[in-house]
């Protein structure tokens, strides 16, 4: 994930753990109005590795969380979103996505029901949309309290992260993917849900900002654990195939083009009932026209986001919207939206890179398999 330019002239927010991250030798850069860190001495590749072996340590307080709540909150937030949160019981998560008028997504989110007599949601957002986020729920859902909460959020992944966190949360590791539960912790509540975006088994951690040092000084006690930045995260989400709102995600896609239609409820595909349905039903029943594909070149240097993709024939045929190089595959990966006509494993388009033609071969999605905990019956 490179860090986006600083075009603000107001002061970069610092996160709660900032003083631990530098004490730790991360390197700091600006990333949607925080001073995050992108990496730490040990490097990317290290820690995106490290990361897929055994946990990596990752500091996502940027992103925003809130709670909406009230009576018909599910139902109501349905009116902006495809996936069915009536039908979510309560201490469970569900990745959906904001719809504009016309079906584009606004951004993408995890909403969790919380246990309880009133129906609360937990929403996170991604940081550079939260403000936008909170405007536009607020303005068509004005009934409903929407209340942000000041948590820091802390990812945990990587094949040792149950074992790591239930030595100080017992009982977590009984958790499965997309679970949620609140833990305590001294005299506050944790809240954890089984989740991430790195496609590892893992863990997000929301707890007090006042809280969060210690806490995580606490696990990265356990020489299992390792920080990691920014860069890790987004090496470990592109190989993923996880999509990143701002490049693979904007107002002009819709879910089915972004390969997210597994995202949208059976009730609500035949319902419809949130922005859009027009054309993501449509979409659903006759496939959309273009499609999120991964992209592998034959080249060793990556093909990076806004390359133009041409068919062999030198047809437009689409473009770039993440590119890097892949620690764990050793070479270059992509993703891109091409015409559907080109969309099918094992075609072949044609981008440029430092003035030579590369060929790109589409490929199936992800690039490393996930590994989320579902229990076997």
């Not at 045929?317 to 070479?331: D, E, I, K, N, Y």
């Given at each position: 994930?490179?860090?986006?330019?600083?075009?603000?002239?107001?002061?970069?927010?610092?996160?709660?753990?900032?003083?631990?991250?530098?004490?730790?030798?991360?390197?700091?850069?600006?990333?949607?109005?925080?001073?995050?860190?992108?990496?730490?001495?040990?490097?990317?590749?290290?820690?995106?590795?490290?990361?897929?072996?055994?946990?990596?340590?990752?500091?996502?307080?940027?992103?925003?969380?809130?709670?909406?709540?009230?009576?018909?909150?599910?139902?109501?937030?349905?009116?902006?979103?495809?996936?069915?949160?009536?039908?979510?019981?309560?201490?469970?998560?569900?990745?959906?996505?904001?719809?504009?008028?016309?079906?584009?997504?606004?951004?993408?989110?995890?909403?969790?029901?919380?246990?309880?007599?009133?129906?609360?949601?937990?929403?996170?957002?991604?940081?550079?949309?939260?403000?936008?986020?909170?405007?536009?729920?607020?303005?068509?859902?004005?009934?409903?309290?929407?209340?942000?909460?000041?948590?820091?959020?802390?990812?945990?992944?990587?094949?040792?992260?149950?074992?790591?966190?239930?030595?100080?949360?017992?009982?977590?590791?009984?958790?499965?993917?997309?679970?949620?539960?609140?833990?305590?912790?001294?005299?506050?509540?944790?809240?954890v849900s089984r989740s991430g975006y790195t496609g590892e088994d893992g863990f997000e951690i929301?707890?007090?900002?006042?809280?969060?040092?210690?806490?995580?000084?606490?696990?990265?006690?356990?020489?299992?654990?390792?920080?990691?930045?920014?860069?890790?995260?987004?090496?470990?989400?592109?190989?993923?195939?996880?999509?990143?709102?701002?490049?693979?995600?904007?107002?002009?896609?819709?879910?089915?083009?972004a390969g997210l239609a597994w995202s949208i409820g059976k009730r609500r595909r035949a319902e419809?009932g949130f922005p859009g349905f027009a054309r993501i039903s449509a979409a659903l029943r006759d496939?959309?026209?273009?499609?999120?594909?991964?992209?592998?070149?034959?080249?060793?240097?990556?093909?990076?986001?806004?390359?133009?993709?041409?068919?062999?024939?030198?047809?437009?045929?689409?473009?770039?919207?993440?590119?890097?190089?892949?620690?764990?595959?050793?070479?270059?990966?992509?993703?891109?939206?091409?015409?559907?006509?080109?969309?099918?494993?094992?075609?072949?388009?044609?981008?440029?890179?430092?003035?030579?033609?590369?060929?790109?071969?589409?490929?199936?999605?992800?690039?490393?398999?996930?590994?989320?905990?579902?229990?076997?019956?």
């Amino acid at each position: 994930m490179t860090a986006e330019p600083n075009l603000q002239t107001a002061p970069l927010a610092h996160l709660p753990l900032d003083a631990l991250h530098r004490s730790l030798g991360a390197r700091m850069a600006p990333f949607a109005g925080y001073d995050m860190p992108v990496q730490y001495a040990s490097g990317i590749v290290s820690e995106t590795l490290h990361t897929r072996q055994k946990a990596g340590l990752f500091d996502v307080s940027h992103m925003g969380q809130a709670i909406l709540a009230g009576a018909g909150a599910a139902a109501a937030l349905e009116s902006l979103v495809p996936a069915d949160l009536v039908g979510l019981a309560p201490g469970h998560t569900r990745y959906t996505q904001l719809l504009n008028d016309k079906g584009g997504i606004l951004d993408d989110l995890m909403a969790t029901r919380l246990p309880g007599v009133e129906e609360r949601l937990l929403l996170v957002v991604n940081a550079a949309r939260k403000a936008q986020d909170y405007a536009f729920i607020r303005e068509r859902l004005p009934q409903f309290d929407l209340l942000p909460l000041n948590r820091a959020l802390i990812a945990l992944q990587g094949p040792r992260a149950a074992a790591v966190l239930g030595a100080l949360l017992p009982g977590v590791e009984d958790l499965s993917f997309m679970d949620w539960r609140a833990f305590e912790e001294g005299p506050t509540s944790v809240f954890v849900s089984r989740s991430g975006y790195t496609g590892e088994d893992g863990f997000e951690i929301s707890i007090r900002s006042e809280n969060a040092e210690t806490f995580v000084k606490a696990l990265l006690d356990n020489e299992d654990v390792q920080p990691a930045g920014l860069g890790a995260r987004d090496a470990l989400r592109l190989e993923a195939g996880l999509p990143l709102y701002g490049h693979d995600l904007d107002e002009t896609i819709d879910p089915v083009e972004a390969g997210l239609a597994w995202s949208i409820g059976k009730r609500r595909r035949a319902e419809g009932g949130f922005p859009g349905f027009a054309r993501i039903s449509a979409a659903l029943r006759d496939g959309p026209a273009r499609r999120r594909v991964g992209l592998l070149p034959q080249s060793k240097a990556p093909v990076r986001e806004g390359a133009m993709l041409v068919s062999t024939s030198g047809e437009l045929a689409g473009h770039v919207t993440s590119g890097g190089f892949s620690p764990t595959l050793q070479r270059a990966i992509a993703m891109g939206y091409v015409a559907s006509k080109h969309a099918n494993k094992g075609a072949q388009v044609v981008s440029e890179l430092r003035g030579n033609r590369v060929a790109l071969d589409v490929a199936p999605l992800p690039f490393v398999s996930h590994r989320y905990f579902k229990p076997t019956a």
